[in-house]
């Protein structure tokens, strides 16, 4: 059984917040709750079964339905973290793009332009 990260803080419970989306919006069980979320019921059930974290999708998804805010939503659900750690994969250039743009820095050249010239206007 694969469990995310979050799942190994000992706070963290979402079926506390899916009980509470339920409660609030007055519905009977968890397909109402995905057909208002507008998820698949799987999705439900596997964020009940920790196979699946709350992501921000769905967070932002609640929100809209209940107005609650996100961290509200958060603490329900007992996620505390204060900070969001990226991998230091993410935001990095591809090899081939850095590459390129380092043999540019030496030549001198400008940075390439997308196609079409870059601009916003039909001609």
Same mark, same amino acid.
């Given at each position: 059984? &694969? *469990? *995310?990260? #979050? &799942? !190994? %803080?000992? !706070?963290? +419970?979402? +079926? *506390? /917040? #899916?009980?509470?989306l339920l409660g609030k919006m007055q519905l009977k +069980?968890? &397909?109402?709750? !995905?057909?208002? /979320?507008?998820? &698949?019921p799987p999705v439900i059930s596997k964020i009940r079964h920790h196979r699946l974290p709350v992501g921000a999708s769905l967070l932002i998804r609640m929100h809209e339905v209940t107005g609650m805010s996100i961290r509200d939503l958060r603490d329900l659900m007992g996620d505390r973290r204060?900070?969001?750690? /990226? !991998?230091?994969? %993410?935001?990095?250039p591809k090899p081939e793009e850095k590459a390129a743009a380092a043999a540019a820095a030496q030549q001198g050249a400008p940075a390439q332009k997308p196609e079409g010239g870059g601009n916003n206007y039909a001609h």
């Open positions: 059984m &694969a *469990h *995310h990260a #979050l &799942a !190994s %803080q000992e !706070s963290y +419970n979402p +079926n *506390h /917040l #899916l009980d509470i +069980n968890d &397909a109402a709750l !995905s057909r208002l /979320l507008e998820v &698949a204060t900070k969001y750690r /990226l !991998s230091d994969a %993410q935001g990095r």
